[in-house]
T-cell receptor, first 111, second 112 residues
């Protein structure tokens, strides 16, 4: 079952912050985040493993709460290059190689 | 190092025709995946292969078959194409469960 992302779309001005949420009805072991530019393949941003750790990547960070089966992606002081569609991916139960993605969140950054 | 290579990049099929989408990776990855991407639906998993010699159904396997030919190659076959299979198909691979997945550039398939 696909994780659910919210919001479906966000429009920001350059320099503003955004939060994208990802939730699952199943217990999670890990959460992946990817970004896809129009007409291109998805590109990896980060993985968060069970333990509630927060990771960072430039001005993009994420948290993972396995008890709530939720993850959030934080984009701080957004840049034009952050525009694209963001996907969270979940690996499901322990040991599983399955990787399913949410429906995506389209982020538009305007000057 | 080519990464994940998909062929063809574009294809137009008539309803009822069959075809095979090819995917090859040169990173010695164990797991490989096929996804389809439709507007508003995100990336939906069709089939995956956790390791050479194994394949498993994903979320939307109906109308598709797969073959993990060897560690490098994972093909997706449409036996009798339908307009509902018009989509962009992505192949991905990764070393193991807790590692990043690398995607191919996609195959844009239109069934008329």
């Amino acid at each position: 079952q696909q994780p659910v992302q919210s919001p479906q779309a966000v429009i920001l001005r350059e320099g503003e912050d955004a939060v994208i949420n990802c939730s699952s009805s199943k217990a999670l072991y890990s959460v992946h985040w990817y970004r896809q530019k129009h007409g291109e393949a998805p590109v990896f941003l980060m993985i968060l493993l069970k333990g509630g750790e927060q990771k960072g990547h430039d001005k993009i960070s994420a948290s993972f709460n396995e008890k709530k089966q939720q993850s959030s992606l934080y984009l701080t002081a957004s840049q034009l290059s952050y525009s694209g569609t963001y996907f969270c991916g979940t690996g499901g139960e322990w040991g599983a190689q399955k990787l399913v993605f949410g429906q995506g969140t389209r982020l538009t950054i305007n000057p | 190092n080519a990464g994940v290579t998909q062929t063809p990049k574009f294809q137009v099929l008539k309803t009822g025709q069959s075809m095979t989408l090819q995917c090859a990776q040169d990173m010695n990855h164990n797991s490989m995946y096929w996804y389809r991407q439709d507007p508003g639906m995100g990336l939906r998993l069709i089939y995956y292969s956790a390791s050479e010699g194994t394949t498993d159904k994903g979320e939307v396997p109906n109308g598709y078959n797969v073959s993990r030919l060897n560690k490098r190659e994972f093909s997706l076959r449409l036996e009798s194409a339908a307009p509902s299979q018009t989509s962009v198909y992505f192949c991905a691979s990764r070393i193991d469960r807790d590692t990043e997945a690398f995607f191919g550039q996609g195959t844009r398939l239109t069934v008329v």
